[in-house]
C-alpha cells in the first residue's frame, strides 16, 4: 500500500514493526497471529479440532478436514476481518 501511495509508511497497520508485505498482516505478525489461536480455541468450543493452522491454511483454506466447508467459510470472513481491521487501524480480535 505505500508502493503505490495508500498509505504513508510501510509499518504493518497492526504492530508498526516489520513491513507490511501481502502476508504479513495476514500471518506473519503477532496480532494476527495471536488472532488465529484464538480462531482455533473458537473451532475447538465448536466441537471442531484443530491443532494447528499453517500459513497456508489461512492463504489458501485446509482440505480433507471435519467440517471442511464451514472451517473454510469461517478463515475467509476471518481474513476479511483482519482486512477490515486493517483499514479502521484497529486490533483484531475474537470476541468482535
Not at 7 to 14: E, Y
Not at 35 to 64: P, T
Request: hydrophobic share 40%; charged share 20%; glycine share 4%.
Amino acid at each position: 500500500m505505500f508502493k503505490v501511495g495508500l498509505a504513508s509508511t510501510p509499518a504493518c497497520s497492526f504492530c508498526g514493526d516489520m513491513d507490511e508485505s501481502l502476508k504479513h498482516p495476514i500471518t506473519s505478525c503477532h496480532y494476527s497471529k495471536t488472532f488465529w489461536a484464538e480462531v482455533i480455541k473458537w473451532f475447538h468450543k465448536q466441537g471442531i479440532k484443530i491443532a494447528h493452522l499453517s500459513d497456508k491454511d489461512i492463504m489458501f483454506g485446509i482440505v480433507r478436514c471435519h467440517n471442511e466447508l464451514f472451517v473454510n467459510h469461517v478463515l475467509l470472513v476471518a481474513k476479511q476481518y483482519l482486512y477490515y481491521c486493517r483499514q479502521k487501524s484497529s486490533l483484531p480480535s475474537i470476541r468482535v
